[in-house]
Structure formats: structure tokens, C-alpha cells
T-cell receptor, first 116, second 113 residues
Framework: ETGVTQTPRHLVMGMTNKKSLKCEQHLGHNAMYWYKQSAKKPLELMFVYNFKEQTENNSVPSRFSPECPNSSHLFLHLHTLQPEDSALYLC???????????????FGPGTRLTVL | GENVEQHPSTLSVQEGDSAVIKCTYSDSASNYFPWYKQELGKRPQLIIDIRSNVGEKKDQRIAVTLNKTAKHFSLHITETQPEDSAVYFCAASRDTGRRALTFGSGTRLQVQP
């Protein structure tokens, strides 16, 4: 598998469930990102990780809990979500090496989440 | 922080016509401006980018222009084809401090055959 992969591709969960989204990148990158994509906010950055350390949390509710065990894997743990959390969750990765270089982000295919 | 505004939100053109999408940014330290294309049901993919030391960049039918003084940049697509139909996102980032991309709100381009 090449590039950025995400599992599952589709997820339906109730408001009391606990589930996790998984992202894996095979590009040797050191930065990973979670985005929420909905009709209201087409590409909303949620979290940024550089070298496994969280460097950005854009005021995301605590019912979303990210985890980055290594530079290749990123998880998003979901707990007591609301129906308005239904959206496409996109993972991305990039090489962020501190040099003045462009930060092309490579996106995964996304997980379509429906909260009932 | 950076704020990127994108216009129009939707754009419909006839096949063969040109399409222009415009973005403005607020952070004068931003120096990298990519454009991503997202086809229906697909992931966003980089199509062209420009750095602040150049004013224009072309790649076949697409071009991007940058006006650093006015803090705006534009995507130009010439001789549009139905396969250009997609949502286009502009973005901006900087090399120091917060380096994550800030995306615009997207433009849905529809090319009518």
C-alpha cells in the first residue's frame, strides 16, 4: 500500500459508542494532520503532529482524542459524539523538515462518519 | 493567525472557456501558496503551487499568479474541460512559526460540455 491510507472508509456509530479512526502513511513523512470536511466548513484543520508531538489543536472538543504513536500512524479516538460531528474525516501527511520548503500535504481517502 | 478567503464559492463555465478563482490572505509572512483539486468522492490533491519569490507559474492549462503587495493569488484554468469539474481549494503557509496550511473555503467549478 502506498501513500496515505485510512480505515475504516465508512463508520456509523451511536452517540454513546467509542470508536477509533486510523491513518497510516507510507511516505516517510514526519508531520500528520486530521481534518474535518463538511458542507459547513470544507477543510477544517483539527490537529497537527510533528515528530509524534502534537503541535496544534484547533479548539477541538474533547470528545475527539488524537493519538500519534509514531511518525507513520495517527489515530482519532471518538467518544460520545453528536450528530453534528457527522462528516468526512481526512488524514494528511507532509515532510516538515524545518527548511524553507513547500509543505505539500498528501491526503488519505477519508473516513465517512455518520453519528446517529 | 492566517485567514484565507476564496471566491467565488461556485463557478460554472462552458467547455473551452477560462476559469479564474481568487484568494486573499492576511498573514504577510505567508510565502507558500498551493492549490488543491478535489474531485467528487476523491481526496484533495495538489495541482500547482507558488512561492512568494515568483509572481506567476504555469503548468500546461493551469497557472497561478501572486500579488504579495495586495496579498492575493489566483488560479487560472484555460480551455476548460469537463474533467476540470471539481472543488478547488487555495491555501497559504509560512516557513516559520505555524507552518500548517490554512485553506480557503473552496470553489466548486462546473464545466458544462
Amino acid at each position: 500500500e502506498t501513500g496515505v491510507t485510512q480505515t475504516p472508509r465508512h463508520l456509523v456509530m451511536g452517540m454513546t459508542n467509542k470508536k477509533s479512526l486510523k491513518c497510516e502513511q507510507h511516505l516517510g513523512h514526519n508531520a500528520m494532520y486530521w481534518y474535518k470536511q463538511s458542507a459547513k466548513k470544507p477543510l477544517e484543520l483539527m490537529f497537527v503532529y510533528n515528530f509524534k508531538e502534537q503541535t496544534e489543536n484547533n479548539s477541538v472538543p474533547s470528545r475527539f482524542s488524537p493519538e500519534c504513536p509514531n511518525s507513520s500512524h495517527l489515530f482519532l479516538h471518538l467518544h460520545t459524539l453528536q450528530p453534528e460531528d457527522s462528516a468526512l474525516y481526512l488524514c494528511a501527511s507532509s515532510q516538515d523538515d524545518q527548511r524553507p520548503s513547500y509543505n505539500e500535504q498528501f491526503f488519505g481517502p477519508g473516513t465517512r462518519l455518520t453519528v446517529l | 493567525g492566517e485567514n484565507v478567503e476564496q471566491h467565488p464559492s461556485t463557478l460554472s463555465v462552458q467547455e473551452g472557456d477560462s476559469a479564474v478563482i481568487k484568494c486573499t490572505y492576511s498573514d504577510s509572512a505567508s510565502n507558500y501558496f498551493p492549490w488543491y483539486k478535489q474531485e467528487l468522492g476523491k481526496r484533495p490533491q495538489l495541482i500547482i503551487d507558488i512561492r512568494s519569490n515568483v509572481g506567476e507559474k504555469k503548468d500546461q492549462r493551469i497557472a497561478v499568479t501572486l500579488n504579495k503587495t495586495a496579498k492575493h493569488f489566483s488560479l487560472h484554468i484555460t480551455e476548460t474541460q469537463p474533467e476540470d469539474s471539481a472543488v478547488y481549494f487555495c491555501a497559504a503557509s509560512r516557513d516559520t512559526g505555524r507552518r500548517a496550511l490554512t485553506f480557503g473555503s473552496g470553489t466548486r467549478l462546473q464545466v458544462q460540455p
